[in-house]
């Protein structure tokens, strides 16, 4: 399991990520969010994962929340198995939550693996997530309760 913590911050640090608030309603608006995203699990191919049901939903996204911590996953995303000096771009506008992936150092294998992003407590009431990895384009997520459901 690789795993790579990225902080918001406004020093230049190894994991940078800048990011805006531009809810009217969230309180702090222009303050800095702070996202770590970690992946788990190496699936064999994406020829052998069902990744859509043939509806026309949204795909879906789980919120987790045990204790004082907050998870949003997406299950089974074909990415990099991982990663160095990654830059993201976090917002938050109404209802979803925004992560984009603006610079990135890959390795040069491609896994499919759940992605986990730790978020705050004050983004716990997002109704979607979206996400742009450097390795493909954005796509948003409708989040719902976890746990992810079973399955291959």
Excluded at 25 to 45: H, I, L, P, T, W
Excluded at 105 to 120: L, Y
Aim: proline letters at 7%; aromatic letters at 12%.
């Amino acid at each position: 399991m690789l795993a790579y913590a990225m902080v918001m911050v406004f020093a230049p640090l190894p994991f940078v990520a800048c990011g805006s608030d531009d809810s009217p309603a969230a309180s702090g608006q222009g303050a800095a969010r702070e996202v770590n995203m970690d992946f788990k699990g190496c699936y064999e191919s994406l020829s052998r994962i069902l990744l859509k049901d043939g509806s026309e939903d949204l795909p879906k996204a789980y919120l987790y929340h045990e204790n004082d911590k907050y998870q949003v996953m997406i299950p089974k995303l074909d990415d990099y198995c991982g990663f160095a000096d990654v830059k993201l771009d976090v917002n938050r506008f109404g209802d979803t939550l925004s992560v984009d992936v603006k610079s990135i150092i890959p390795t040069k294998c491609m896994c499919v693996s759940d992605h986990w992003f730790d978020i705050e407590a004050r983004d716990a009431d997002i109704k979607y997530f979206a996400f742009s990895p450097k390795s493909s384009g954005k796509t948003v997520y409708e989040v719902v309760p976890g746990p992810a459901p079973e399955g291959p």
